[in-house]
């Protein structure tokens, strides 16, 4: 059975990284000097790397149907990251962000997936034996249940009931995606 050190509960992006000179507008379009497909997300980096650090990770998120989620699987995958208790979704994967990386001085701008948190996660897809079997639980502002969040009230006090009563650290990401 796996035990793991730290369960990611928030979001994994596919980020697609462009290198510009200038920022295109609808008069001036610009030109692209190198771009790549990158991982994204707070939880899902942080699982991601602490995995290829020896820890025991596991991460918890939504998933979609086509080949961009394909590719967020596979590499949380490859970077060690147990992936058992993603939940898939019938749709065009939605954690998709467009990154602008300024070529010169390397400033980052975000276009961000307008339907970046349409299907999140729900109460009745976590698993409480899972979350609770780790010795820590990784939070970022996108997991079903943040505060603001109207669609999820109440997940948050559960998780993190579920946390305090197996004496689980519990750590938090705080970030802009949960303004969106």
Same mark, same amino acid.
């Given at each position: 059975? @796996?035990?793991?050190?730290? #369960?990611?509960?928030?979001?994994? $992006? %596919?980020?697609?990284?462009?290198? #510009?000179?200038?920022?295109?507008?609808?008069?001036?379009?610009?030109?692209?000097?190198?771009?790549?497909?990158?991982?994204?997300?707070? &939880?899902?980096? *942080?699982? *991601?790397? *602490?995995?290829?650090?020896? &820890?025991?990770?596991? @991460?918890?998120?939504?998933?979609? $149907?086509?080949? #961009? &989620?394909?590719?967020?699987?596979?590499?949380?995958?490859?970077?060690?990251?147990?992936? +058992?208790?993603? %939940?898939?979704?019938?749709?065009?994967?939605?954690? %998709?962000? #467009?990154?602008?990386?300024?070529?010169?001085?390397?400033?980052?701008?975000? +276009?961000?997936?307008?339907?970046?948190? +349409?299907?999140?996660?729900?109460? &009745?897809?976590?698993?409480?034996?899972?979350?609770?079997?780790?010795?820590?639980?990784?939070?970022?502002?996108?997991?079903?249940?943040?505060?603001?969040?109207?669609?999820?009230?109440?997940?948050?006090?559960?998780?993190?009931?579920?946390?305090?009563?197996?004496?689980?650290?519990? +750590?938090?990401?705080?970030?802009?995606?949960?303004?969106?």
């Amino acid at each position: 059975m @796996f035990e793991p050190d730290i #369960i990611g509960l928030g979001i994994a $992006n %596919v980020d697609l990284v462009l290198q #510009i000179k200038d920022m295109p507008t609808w008069k001036k379009p610009g030109m692209v000097s190198g771009f790549t497909l990158a991982d994204g997300g707070p &939880a899902g980096t *942080a699982c *991601a790397v *602490a995995a290829m650090l020896d &820890a025991k990770t596991g @991460f918890i998120d939504t998933f979609g $149907n086509d080949e #961009i &989620a394909a590719i967020k699987l596979r590499s949380l995958e490859q970077a060690g990251v147990d992936i +058992s208790h993603m %939940v898939k979704r019938e749709a065009p994967e939605d954690h %998709v962000i #467009i990154v602008y990386v300024q070529e010169k001085t390397g400033e980052r701008c975000f +276009s961000v997936f307008q339907g970046i948190l +349409s299907q999140p996660l729900q109460l &009745a897809e976590l698993d409480r034996d899972y979350i609770t079997s780790a010795r820590y639980l990784h939070l970022d502002c996108c997991h079903p249940g943040r505060p603001r969040c109207r669609r999820h009230t109440g997940c948050t006090r559960r998780k993190r009931r579920w946390s305090s009563m197996h004496r689980q650290p519990t +750590s938090l990401f705080p970030t802009r995606y949960g303004h969106w």
